[in-house]
């Protein structure tokens, strides 16, 4: 069983934040709210949502899970006018999702979560430095480095954050120094990275008033972030090799 | 003789009410303001247009037809200011419509009107049920369906208005109760519509505080909406068959 | 030396009333400001560009000059937020322009100046007559021209300014009689000049307050304009030939 009333707004940003990396996947329901992990179809980035129950305005849920597509069900959110609310019900007999918005309703066929692939298992890393921003300042810096390169390098100085990136003909470099991070913990990082993953979650994370990177030496990337008070949102990005 | 000045947003709504659906029509001017019956290429949809001399601030006509290519006409329109007037003469000699923006005055080659294809005779339908509504409810209700598929069933049931959307793998309903329609007539009435059309239409109705639906059992579906006090469209739809 | 600071917006507006016609060009750079002639690919136009010291926030130099690809220049400077400065900082042993635009640091390479296309030595025309608009007219008198055809003439008469462009099927003038012009010295002129530079050149002029056209009989058009108090544009548009 599950039933809930959730703003249509913070759904959608909550999905919009792992279809950028991938289309399909599982959500598991319990009484706390939704949770999914997904991996990217190139294995290159992991994401993990969690959606508190205290995110929706109504939530009633036995232990469950239903396989669902991203896209179709962004789509039918896109329906909802601003601050409007959204009906959730699981038809179990149908392995439907029903939708509803206002006076229309719309019937969500669900995924056999047995077709979905796999959830990834999320390494425990221990990432020697982290630094925390703005959401906003994050994207702005992702820009500004596509403009120059396909890869960026983040690292954690004594000074602070920077990012570093070559193109063949210009360059760009961002320096933040820790009096104007929101946290730092300074430690030996700088790894470097695809823009083009780093681009797809920064959409998300702009939304964040604060965002966490943890990193290490040609490590991977662990971005921690929360949408409004009660969703819950994690990125691992893999490292690229970096050539002399 | 034909000399009009008219505000040019009025005008332009108009025009796209029926540019949508065909391009070059034949007007009929009398002193009661212009008029225009027109039928789509593909036999699927008709329209009427009435923009009544009160519509224009100042007008004097005497009995006459000039044909428009209605796409032209609406891209000059689109070189006024918002709020702005368009000063519109006929220059019967040369077959020119000479329309005057501010200090831009464009002259605008007419149509032979025996070239335009012949006037439909609109049929006069008695159709058994009707019901009122908001013009951008309607529009909100068709942007909907596309997501789901190419044709939707509009009926009228003893509880209110309702539309039914199927795709291959997901489906849409909406139901609008009697007591929320702003105006209603029972009577059997389902019938299957194209989408393509009714998105056409649905542009200038959004514009339309309300909107009314005639209908039947696999009978045309009539529009009728006013845009400001002074214009009058209707619409006539033929119904697409439905397989079970 | 060249270390300056600017509103980054005042910067690329400026840049953008020169890279509309040509992309790589060389700045003289002195005690004065920074200034530029250039001619574009097809010796159809030519514009020299004048940034005063005063539109500066600060601004030193000594005697140089550097080659820029405009292109590159306006895409760094579009990472500003409105209403934020841009730091510029010639290095004069890598041949680089550091440009800061808050923590971002980006490094542009800059062009050999001999590399680039001799500056157009721009000719001394004495023309008859001249006539100042606001640069939001003359835009939105090119746009409507360009519904119509690719050329367009422009001409003073006694009464006033005029354009007429004439298509296959409609034509369109305008007219701005003397009183309602800013300015006007009256005189023989009627020249046809192509829209296509028009329009490039209109992008940049509607954002001044007045624009002043200088014009004779199948002669050059020489546009001048500021923007802001210390940015001064001037085009020199050569004409085209007319057929009867």
């Known amino acids: 069983m599950f039933k809930a009333v959730i703003n249509a707004e913070t759904l959608r940003d909550a999905i919009d934040s792992v279809s950028s990396l ?18 990217d179809p190139a294995n ?19 232990q469950g899970e239903i396989g669902v597509d991203l896209v179709r069900l962004s789509d039918v959110l896109s329906m909802a006018d601003r601050g409007e609310n959204v009906q959730l019900e699981l038809d179990e007999e149908s392995h439907k999702l029903k939708i509803g918005v206002g006076s229309l309703s719309y019937t969500l066929s669900l995924i056999d979560p047995t077709a979905i692939r796999k959830e990834p298992r999320i390494p425990d890393l221990d990432l020697p430095a982290h630094v925390t921003l703005p959401g906003g300042e994050l994207r702005r810096a992702v820009k500004a480095a596509e403009k120059v390169s396909d ?13 570093e990136a070559k193109g063949d003909i210009d360059s760009l470099k961002l320096k933040i120094p820790s009096t104007e991070l929101l946290g730092m913990k300074p430690g030996e990082a700088r790894s470097l990275f695809s823009l083009d993953y780093l681009q797809d979650m920064s959409k998300s994370i702009s939304k964040a008033g604060e ?26 990005l893999a490292p690229r090799i970096e050539q002399e």
């Open 211 to 236: 965002v966490t990177l943890e990193m290490g030496i040609d490590y991977p990337l662990r971005v921690t972030f929360k949408l409004g008070q009660s969703v819950d949102i994690n990125y691992l």
């Open 22 to 39: 991938v289309d399909e996947v599982k959500f598991s329901i319990s009484e706390n709210g939704l949770e999914l992990k997904a991996v």
């Open 151 to 163: 890869h960026v390098i983040l690292g954690v100085s004594d000074e602070g954050f920077y990012m």
């Open 44 to 62: 290159v980035a992991m994401v993990s949502l969690k959606i508190g129950s205290d995110a929706f305005e109504y939530f009633k849920a036995d």
